[in-house]
């Protein structure tokens, strides 16, 4: 299969979409001023070349304590020693048997 060479995009009228000639100044179907057409925006890319995202930094977790201030190890808990509360704080009622 033959690939056709692409030609150069020709400039049109951003108003009526007439293609336009090098060097016109308005355009000559709908008298357009192509002078107050802004410039178009150069090509950056925000992206490195190799395609590679920047690793985000490290999440700084808090850290447990090694004592309870008083020169004793810090108490362990279970998650079922501990009191549970429902959304608004207040204890919940014992478990039924």
């Known amino acids: 299969m033959s690939q056709m060479p692409q030609q150069a995009a020709v400039p049109k009228c ?10 016109d100044r308005f355009c000559g179907a709908c ?5 107050v057409v ?6 950056s890319p925000t992206l490195a070349i190799n395609g590679a ?3 985000p930094d490290g999440v700084d977790w808090p850290v447990a304590r090694d004592s309870d201030g008083h020169g004793h190890p810090a108490p362990v808990h279970a998650a ?3 009191p549970g509360t429902d959304s608004g704080g207040s204890p919940l009622p014992p478990p039924s048997p």
């Open 31 to 35: 008298g357009y001023d192509l002078s």
């Open 53 to 55: 995202v920047p690793a």
């Open 80 to 82: 079922a020693e501990l």
């Open 14 to 23: 951003p108003s009526c979409e007439e293609p336009l000639e090098t060097g």
């Open 38 to 43: 802004p410039a178009r925006p150069e090509d």
